[in-house]
């Protein structure tokens, strides 16, 4: 059965850093892509970052470029988003899912992915 869960959401002041983690299980990070993606209230779904399955290419959206890091550790089948220099407008639900995905143009399209995540909540306040 395949299940993504994420955790590390928070409440944060701006300027503070946060890591995300996405636990994987039914599947090893090297069969799907993980990509992350957010949601704040009225507004659409957005594709955040990804990593590749294979060669573990990793994508961003411009918004995030320079702040965020994806990483993956595949001994513990979780995949990282490490959030620096956060901003209020990064507040939102953050979900991670898994798919086929390997080229730019497609990281950040909801549907790509086959698995979703139940998401955490990051707040950027102060």
């Known amino acids: 059965q395949v299940q993504l869960v994420e955790s590390g959401g928070d409440l944060v002041q701006p300027g503070g850093s946060l890591r995300l983690s996405c636990a994987v299980s039914g599947f090893s990070l090297g069969y799907y892509s993980i990509g992350w993606f957010r949601q704040a209230p009225g507004k659409e779904r957005e594709g955040v970052s990804c990593i590749t399955s294979g060669d573990g290419m990793t994508y961003y959206v411009d918004s995030v470029r320079g702040r965020f890091t994806i990483s993956r550790d595949n001994a513990k089948n979780t995949v990282y988003l490490q959030m620096d220099s956060l901003k209020p407008e990064d507040t939102a639900v953050y979900y991670c899912?898994?798919?086929?995905?390997?080229?730019?143009?497609?990281?950040?399209?909801?549907?790509?992915?086959?698995?979703w995540g139940q998401g955490t909540q990051v707040t950027v306040s102060s």
């Open positions: 899912a898994a798919g086929p995905v390997d080229f730019y143009s497609d990281f950040d399209d909801p549907l790509m992915y086959r698995y």
